[in-house]
């Protein structure tokens, strides 16, 4: 019933196996990939032939996580999976990247990967698994695919690389680091790394290229045996290549003057009269204009590559190693807790970060399980920044993306929650964008961080690099614009500090790069970030020594985990008084840690105070002052110490006699008393006699030991002592009673 196929090889330790022609065989190309206990779907299928009119290439790749994968039912009211988390649009991009440069140019038909994920062992992440999936699905498809290609994750441990590290070991790596590529070279690279080297890193990406050979064989050694017939190639018309000169022809002197003006806007509105002559152009000759938009951008491409090839000088009249001019600046915002405005040529980001508690931690429902993120940074990208008219909505893809980028290079440099506890959100908002806003969110987030006080470890820089690769030449270029972002060759971005790199990312847009390019890009990339942070250290050189005056004070006091029960109370009683009465926001860890937060440092110091009061064990001669809470009788108690009461015996109340308790306090009354020492069942003994209750003062030694409350006093209390054992001076249990109210 099934033409059923496998192929299996032994990878960075675990069993890669890779299955087709058992589950979904109406799909072009379906392969079942599991490593180690982690089984992914991979399927593609593409539409026989192009939409009428279809200029691009409409590739959708979506990698979903189903929760059975991880024997979970999914949260929520529908208890079912809906729209994409973060995290699987972020995967689904990761798969899209190295896969799009491999179909030939002029491919139109429509096509779909759809990857998910089965089961998840918790120890192997599904992406890599997802994307070799994806890689083999269309290798199988017989669609037009210029593949295999395969992807690993490096670790970098104790000065080692790692293949595939497992949860458990990228705890404690330095690096990690998602590689992908052809048997030629990388097209792909997402990292984040604690402050590498670039030959550290340059270094990875060459192991990372070795150590997934293996993978693309065994696509290729399936295919062999189970590839459908592949689709024919595109190929252009003498009627497509007619136009094409035609095109050339009319429109390239004036495409080649508008691409020598540097101002973008201007040089739009020439590229775009250029275009709509040529138009007129082609119309009045009788050819086909719509035919001849998708030949525009081939003409541009060429022009601007070759000119900078040919004169080394690039459309906005830079060399390839010049940064644009930049102007950094904090706090531009009165009530944020730290902001910047950072702009690079035509490119802008205006950063804000905002200090919250524990309480304010985003919750993220992952297949691992459920955890908590203290860090957040939110990329929005509005039609405006280039010019444009738009929608505004949710955040796309596209949006999700940059922002995990600059999330990655500013994460390594925070500071751990122990030394700084609070709650991080970042929000950029692009306001200008000609080139890599995603760098520039990078540059004003720790500007930003910065300026609210958030002690990084060192101040961080992002850049984009681009490429112009002909088989004549090649040309590496810094801080590249947006127009040399669509028609090079490569996007490279790098950020990191004066140290090292904090996150690498890569999308080659050609077949593949050779790792001497590799290399010259990441060093001009290294003098590009040390000259933007030059410019960065002209509005702040490191954190600022305290948080703003709007922000929340955390203080973090630690109590015995024993403790913990007092200070929450019966079902949260006690807890829910101080935040009320305080105003004062409180988080309790299992292991004692407090988090102690407001706006004014009194109302923090209230709740101290009182958890402090609550958890604190009184010490013997310390005097203490508290409240008359009862009188009885025999004393009065007196809460002295958060919520601990003592006795005040009759005898310690005041020198001299005293006939009845009411005589010298009453409740309510504030008083100073001295703690004498405990019963024999823990409770407290308290003394008024021997302290000042003006000053405070302990007069122990000036009043000398008691014996002047009378004689009948002396007998009530050996009355009392036996009274517990029996009824000595006629009062039965009636004292051991009263005593056990005292408790």
């Not at 269309?138 to 970098?156: C, M, Q």
């Not at 052809?182 to 192991?207: D, I, N, R, Y």
């Not at 950072?342 to 429902?365: K, N």
């Not at 203080?555 to 403790?563: A, G, M, R």
């Amino acid at each position: 019933m099934f033409n059923y196929f496998r192929k299996e090889l032994d990878w960075g330790g675990r069993k890669l196996v890779l299955e087709t022609g058992k589950i979904a065989r109406q799909a072009d190309g379906a392969v079942l990939v599991s490593y180690g206990d982690t089984i992914v779907l991979c399927t593609a299928v593409g539409l026989r032939s192009a939409k009428p009119g279809q200029d691009f290439f409409p590739l959708t790749v979506h990698y979903q996580e189903k929760a059975f994968a991880a024997g979970k039912i999914p949260g929520g009211f529908f208890k079912r999976e809906g729209r994409p988390s973060e995290a699987e649009t972020l995967k689904s991009r990761l798969i899209d990247r190295p896969i799009r440069p491999l179909f030939p140019e002029g491919f139109r038909n429509e096509v779909q990967i759809i990857t998910t994920v089965l089961s998840h062992d918790l120890e192997n992440d599904p992406d890599v698994v997802a994307l070799i999936g994806a890689s083999a699905a269309l290798t199988l498809s017989g669609i037009p695919f210029f593949g295999p290609v395969g992807a690993a994750r490096i670790g970098y441990i104790d000065g080692e690389y790692v293949l595939n590290p497992t949860s458990a070991q990228t705890k404690t790596s330095q690096l990690e680091l998602l590689v992908a590529g052809t048997v030629e070279g990388v097209l792909m690279v997402e990292s984040e790394a604690q402050e590498l080297t670039e030959e550290v890193m340059l270094g990875a990406v060459t192991f990372g290229h070795a150590a997934f050979q293996p993978v693309i064989q065994a696509i290729i050694d399936l295919a062999e045996v189970a590839a459908k017939d592949p689709w024919p190639l595109p190929e252009e018309s003498e009627e497509q290549k007619t136009l094409r000169a035609r095109v050339d022809a009319i429109a390239r002197p004036a495409l080649a003057e508008a691409y020598r003006e540097a101002l973008k806007q201007v040089r739009q509105d020439k590229v775009a009269a250029a275009k709509k002559a040529a138009a007129e152009t082609l119309a009045a000759e009788g050819l086909d204009v719509e035919r001849a938009k998708g030949l525009f951008k081939d003409l541009e491409a060429d022009i601007v590559r070759n000119a900078i090839l040919d004169t080394g000088l690039r459309i906005d009249g830079r060399d390839t190693k010049t940064v644009r001019p930049i102007v950094a600046e904090v706090g531009v915002l009165p009530r944020a807790h730290g902001s910047a405005l950072f702009t690079r040529g035509e490119t802008q980001a205006f950063v804000v970060t905002t200090l919250g508690t524990a309480q304010d931690e985003q919750i993220v429902d992952a297949l691992e399980g459920e955890y908590r993120e203290n860090f957040m940074l939110h990329y929005n990208f509005p039609p405006y920044s280039v010019g444009e008219t738009g929608r505004l909505g949710s955040p796309g893809r596209r949006e999700v993306g940059h922002g995990k980028l600059a999330w990655r290079a500013v994460h390594p440099l925070l500071p751990g929650k122990d030394k700084f506890p609070y709650t991080l959100r970042v929000v950029s908002e692009i306001t200008e964008s000609n080139g890599s806003s995603s760098m520039a969110t990078v540059c004003g987030a720790s500007l930003a961080l910065m300026d609210a006080g958030v002690p990084l470890k060192n101040p961080v820089a992002g850049i984009a690099m681009g490429l112009i690769k002909e088989d004549r030449a090649y040309a590496v270029l810094s801080d590249i614009l947006g127009d040399e972002d669509h028609l090079g060759d490569m996007d490279f971005k790098v950020a990191g500090t004066e140290l090292g790199v904090t996150s690498l990312q890569m999308d080659i847009k050609i077949t593949s790069i050779t790792p001497h390019i590799m290399q010259v890009a990441l060093a001009q990339a290294r003098e590009g970030r040390l000259h933007i942070l030059g410019e960065m250290a002209k509005a702040l050189t490191g954190a600022r020594t305290d948080v703003a005056a709007t922000a929340p004070r955390i203080t973090v006091i630690n109590i015995p985990k024993e403790k913990i029960r007092d200070v929450i109370g019966t079902g949260g009683k006690v807890i829910r008084e101080i935040v009320e009465q305080t105003g004062a926001k409180i988080d309790i860890e299992d292991d004692g840690t407090i988090k102690i937060a407001a706006n004014e440092i009194t109302k923090a110091q209230a709740a101290i105070d009182w958890i402090r009061g609550i958890v604190a064990e009184p010490e013997i001669g310390v005097i203490y002052t508290g409240k008359v809470v009862k009188t009885a009788e025999f004393g009065a108690f007196v809460n002295f110490l958060g919520s601990r009461d003592g006795l005040v015996h009759v005898s310690e109340l005041a020198q001299g006699r005293v006939n009845k308790t009411a005589d010298v306090v009453n409740v309510g009354d504030a008083v100073r008393v001295k703690v004498l020492g405990f019963d024999e069942r823990g409770k407290v003994k308290l003394s008024m006699r021997v302290v000042d209750q003006a000053t405070g003062e302990d007069i122990s030694e000036k009043v000398g030991p008691k014996g002047g409350s009378g004689g009948g006093r002396e007998r009530g209390d050996r009355g009392f002592r036996g009274g517990r054992d029996g009824g000595a001076d006629g009062q039965g249990d009636q004292p051991a009673t009263q005593d056990a109210v005292a408790g």
